[in-house]
C-alpha cells in the first residue's frame, strides 16, 4: 500500500525548533524553503498533508495556507488521537501514512505510522523506533529529505519531475 498522507510535526522538524521573541512578544520563526517545495509537490501529486503540532501560532498556520495544507492541528497533546480522526475523514488507514517528529510528544504518532522519519537531532528516544533516521538536522531540509525518500520508495519520480518541466 502506498504513502497517501504525510503528518508533520513543527517545531525541531519544519524549524529548528528555537522559538524567538521580539521585544514586544511576537513569535519568530524559520521555515526552509526546501522543505516547503517539497510539501506543495506532494500534494500537487494528489497526496495528502497534516500538520499536528503541540503548540499554537498564527506563523505556522499562515505556512500551512502558504502551502496548501488543509489539515492544521494547533496545541495538540495526543497527536495519535488526531491523526485517527484524519485517517476517518481520508478512509484511510496507518498503512498509508509516513509521519515526522523529533521528540517525545511525537513518539505515538511516529510509532503508529507505517514509516516515521525522524531528523538526524531528534530526541534520542524517538530515534529508537523510527523507521528513518534522516541525515538532515529538523528546519534543515528534514521535511524535503523525508520526501525525496518517499518519492523515491513510491516510484513517483518521472511524475514528480514533470511538475516542474
Not at 513569535?27 to 494528489?46: M, Q, R
Not at 523510527?130 to 523515491?152: C, H, N, P, Q, Y
Amino acid at each position: 500500500m502506498s504513502i497517501e498522507l504525510i503528518v508533520l510535526d513543527v517545531d525541531g522538524t519544519l524549524t529548528d525548533g528555537k522559538i524567538s521573541y521580539t521585544q514586544n512578544g511576537d513569535e519568530v520563526k524559520s521555515f526552509c524553503v526546501k522543505d516547503g517545495l517539497a510539501i506543495a509537490s506532494w500534494i500537487k501529486l494528489g497526496r495528502e498533508v497534516a500538520i499536528i503540532t503541540g503548540r499554537n501560532s498564527k506563523i505556522v498556520e499562515r505556512r500551512a495556507q502558504e502551502l496548501g495544507i488543509k489539515y492544521l492541528y494547533q496545541a495538540i497533546h495526543n497527536k495519535q488521537d488526531i491523526l485517527e480522526k484524519i485517517l476517518k475523514e481520508l478512509d484511510l488507514t496507518m498503512e498509508s501514512v509516513a509521519s515526522i517528529g523529533d521528540d517525545l510528544n511525537d513518539y505515538k504518532m511516529l510509532k503508529a505510522s507505517k514509516r516515521s522519519f525522524v531528523p538526524s537531532n531528534a530526541s534520542i528516544y524517538v530515534k529508537e523506533i523510527a523507521t528513518d533516521i534522516l541525515e538532515a538536522k529538523g528546519g534543515d531540509g528534514a521535511v524535503r529529505e523525508m520526501v525525496d525518500s518517499l518519492i523515491s520508495d513510491e516510484g513517483l519520480e518521472q511524475e514528480y519531475l514533470e511538475l516542474w518541466y
